[in-house]
């Protein structure tokens, strides 16, 4: 049996593939490392420096390796920096995905499975539930649900078979603690070991479920052996929110550092966000999530032991109306 996984070089997609290498034959990662790096691939996958984007590479690959599954996890996940690269984001995270596919339905794959995110819901559906009809209100949520109906259209179409998941603010160990654009905890990390003050913007109110990864990547692995999740569509992760105000605290305690909080002004975001599990909860048969408390001590001592990363700003800025100045700082 043989699995490829796109984006493991990533931080969910490292994991879901050290998850894979213990139940596989071979496990292909394919990775273009913008976000990802080398070292995240675990031991017994094979890698291949490569963009979802090539076309041609993509069709080589599965005529070369002849995958049963497929764990798409490659995206360009900046949310909020979505709306200002439109055309990055809709090439990276829908037309690629669309190259994978047109390969799975070609080369007969058993299922194919998908990270998606609960950006699809958008504003004020809470708890957000599987249910509902999805309005996202930025563009990284909308290519992520034109890939969910491609999914749904190729299997009513070609019986491609498939599971989406939609996790939420997931963190961990081997997340990127450069990027200043997405995951807010390994920003504060990242902020913390530079001595620099915590950015937060807007009054800090917002409010997340944070989820830890051990809490996510495993039942995404395994989802293909579970019949009752085919075709289906999964919210997975944390039930307990808190403010981004409350989150700050949190990591400082789990650094066991203290800092000071800079306050910017407000960006475009989906202001309360938390979902309903009950679906994966049975399906899964999903155990408590790790705390909060626990999971920021564990993801602490693997930052504190990698040491800060230098943040750059995004070269391919499309739209710089409305961008919040901190972006482009050197």
Known sequence: MKVLVTGGAGFIGSHVAKHLVKQYDEVVVL??????????????????????????????????????????????????????????????????????????????????????????????????????????????????????????????????NYVIFRPHNVYGENQNLGDRYRNVIGIFMNQLMQNLPLT????????????????????????VKIPAAQNQIFNIGADKHCTVNELAHYVMDAMQQKGTINYLPHRNEVMHVFSDHTKARKVFELTDPITLEAGLASMAAWAKKNGSHKSKPFKHIEIYKKLPPHWLEQ
């Open 200 to 223: 937060v913007y807007g009054d800090g109110e917002q409010t997340r479920a944070f989820s830890y990864i051990d809490d996510v990547a495993p039942h995404i692995a395994n989802c």
């Open 31 to 160: 990775d273009d490392l913008s976000g990802g790096f080398e070292t995240n691939v675990p031991a017994g996958a094979k890698f291949i420096a490569g963009s979802i984007n090539d076309a041609e590479l993509i069709s080589t690959l599965f005529d070369t390796y002849k995958f049963d599954y497929v764990f798409h996890l490659a995206a360009y996940a900046a949310e909020g920096l979505s709306h200002f690269i439109k055309r990055f984001n809709y090439q990276n995270n829908l037309i690629g995905s669309v190259n994978l596919i047109n390969e799975s339905v070609k080369h007969h794959v058993k299922c194919f499975v998908f990270t998606s995110s609960i950006a699809v819901y958008g504003e004020g559906q809470l708890p957000m539930r599987e249910n509902m009809t999805p309005i996202p209100e930025d563009p990284y949520g909308n290519a992520k649900l034109a890939v969910e109906n491609e999914l749904r259209i190729t299997h009513d179409m070609f019986n491609l």
